[in-house]
């Protein structure tokens, strides 16, 4: 018996120990809302870069949406060269994960918040997005366009009366 329950417990601590465990990375209103706790500290955030990659000089600036908020990520221009894509209403920007200091009012910047990458890792490649057309809008143009044409008959007709 003694054996029987050493080896279950001994396998309920194997089982425990295995599990991966990772940290979630804060999303982007934590670390609006707790600034002043991460100001100053090495913070993971990670979302889908947005707008347009802009370089200046040797860095670039970027904004990373995690679906909430886009934060300003300012980073060495060499880190961002493997973006290939900024999501706007044509394309799904790069998924990215970026490791970085915090500055809850950075002076550099004009004193609002931003990151300070360290690290810049590209977790999923973004695409071009189809957006399709809703069935509502097809309807309305080709009911435009045929209405257009009979006007259009309809003015002929009476002119040539």
Known sequence: MKSFLLLLVLCLVLTV??????????????LINNAKQYDGKTVDYRGEVIGEVMVRGDYAWL????????????ALKTMVQDIRYAGNYQKKGDIIEVSGTLHRSCLE?????DIHALEIKKIT?????????SKIKAYLGAYS????????????FLQGS
């Open 145 to 156: 366009v045929i209405l257009v044409l009979l006007f259009y008959a309809l003015k002929k």
């Open 109 to 113: 910047h004009g004193g609002d918040l």
């Open 17 to 30: 120990s295995s599990s991966n465990c990772y940290a979630q990375t804060p999303t982007s209103l934590e």
């Open 125 to 133: 490649p973004g695409s071009l997005a189809i957006q399709p057309v």
């Open 63 to 74: 904004h990373v949406n995690d679906g909430i908020i886009a934060i300003g990520i300012w």
